[in-house]
């Protein structure tokens, strides 16, 4: 019998609340470059102990940094003076039984094809350089990898939390920064670069946007142009967002930083869409939680998902398993306004039962605990005992972490 615990919470839903603040940090931002190329690399080695060996082994790349470069900013376009420099970090098994892994080259093989992939004007031979310090792991976590068994134990002593459903100001927020970095939009907007952060705040049914765009200076000749460019996003934004949300007014900021009449100095230009060109470095973890966003009045765990393997480490496992629970959870369940759930493991474990599985519930007007409880026990019973089809799953790369 698993340790399942569902209670009944008493507080006003966040969408009734008065005051609401939710980022996110787009996928050019240094802090979402690290953590979407270090998963990058845990999937590419997952691939190939399953190749080589029939099992995945022991690995955790979720410690990076990426060291910003240098830059000229000019309008018409400026020149790279020194590349940015992308350290991989942690551990990874680079040898079974004699054979060996080229761990080092998994890593920088995962970030080019990542780069080439998302960042349009990074050239991941030229504008980056690579340093990797994947080590061999300890001798007790790699022995975890040995033990027979469909599902492994937990590595870590851990703790996530997850929730459903998003808010409305949750939901516009992640939709603005995938519009503003789509295909299309880009298309249209070529001077608009992949680092993009939207800031929403939200009083009542006032919702605030304030983002932060850096514009490739090859594609704006002057200021006048950075400025006209500028007004266009800014009111095709306006639009998106209006037809996308139902806020009573919606008031919506672009690069307050910029000040007329100072040329190059008074605006935000990169030379490469990334502020990692030569202002901005960037670590795992500081970005976006696993569900997409940084929900600041919401419960979060303090574990970075990116890049932890995803067979035994719980710190990845239980981050986006939480949130898959309680979104079947709502889903399933009527009468239920939020949900969120706690999963906390035990190392030595297995990752199936958790020490505690708990489940804390808002309830609809008329709707009694009583009426919903087994029925929530029961879908955390059915996805816990699905864990191991939904580690392969993160293990091909299938849910994403930011």
């Known amino acids: 019998m698993r340790n399942i615990i569902v209670e009944e919470i008493k507080q006003v839903p966040l969408v009734e609340q008065n005051l609401e603040i939710v980022e996110r940090k787009g996928i050019g931002h240094p802090d979402s470059i690290c953590d979407s190329i270090l998963d990058r690399v845990s999937v590419e080695l997952c691939q190939e102990y399953l190749k080589r060996f029939g099992a995945i082994m022991h690995h955790n790349t979720d410690k990076s940094l990426l060291v910003a470069g240098k830059v000229e900013t000019r309008f018409g376009g400026g020149e790279v003076k020194e590349p940015m420099l992308l350290i991989f970090g942690d551990r990874a098994t680079d040898e079974v039984e004699g054979e060996k892994i080229d761990v080092a080259k998994i890593a920088i093989d995962a970030a080019k094809k990542w780069i080439k992939k998302n960042l349009r004007y990074v050239?991941?031979?030229?504008?980056?350089?690579?340093?990797?310090?994947?080590?061999?792991?300890?001798?007790?976590?790699?022995?975890?990898?040995?033990?027979?068994?469909?599902?492994?134990?937990?590595?870590?002593?851990?703790?996530?939390v997850g929730y459903a459903p998003m808010t409305p100001t949750e939901e516009i927020v992640l939709k603005t920064e995938h519009y503003l970095n789509s295909k299309k939009f880009?298309?249209?907007?070529?001077?608009s670069g992949e680092d993009i952060k939207v800031m929403g705040f939200r009083k009542n049914n006032d919702l605030s946007l304030m983002i932060g765009m850096a514009f490739v200076d090859r594609h704006v000749k002057d200021e006048k142009d950075y400025f006209r460019k500028k007004e266009e996003i800014l009111e095709r934004t306006r639009h998106f967002v209006e037809e996308n949300s139902n806020f009573e007014r919606v008031d919506l900021k672009l690069n307050t930083l910029d000040t007329r009449g100072r040329g190059v100095d008074g605006v935000y230009l990169t030379v490469l869409g990334t502020s990692a060109d030569g202002a901005d470095s960037g670590q795992v973890g500081r970005g976006n939680r696993s569900n997409g966003v940084i929900p600041l009045n919401r419960h979060v765990g303090s574990e970075a998902a990116a890049g932890k393997n995803p067979v035994s480490h719980v710190g990845k496992i239980y981050n986006l398993l939480t949130h898959k629970i309680a979104s079947e959870i709502y889903r399933e369940v009527n009468g239920l306004k939020e949900v969120y759930v706690w999963l906390v493991s035990q190392i030595g474990s297995p990752i199936d039962q958790p020490a505690i599985a708990a489940a804390r519930v808002l309830t609809e007007p008329g709707v009694k605990l009583d009426d919903v409880k087994k029925q929530i026990s029961e879908t955390i019973e059915r996805e816990l005992e699905k864990i191991d089809e939904f580690t392969k799953c993160l293990s091909r790369g299938e849910f994403p972490v930011c």
């Not at 068994?149 to 851990?158: E, P, W």
């Not at 880009?186 to 001077?191: N, Q």
Request: charged share 35%; hydrophobic share 30%; no cysteine.
């Open 123 to 160: 050239d991941p031979d030229k504008h980056m350089r690579y340093q990797v310090e994947l080590k061999p792991g300890s001798a007790a976590l790699t022995d975890i990898f040995r033990r027979k068994g469909k599902v492994l134990s937990a590595n870590d002593t851990s703790a996530a």
């Open 186 to 191: 880009k298309k249209e907007f070529p001077e």
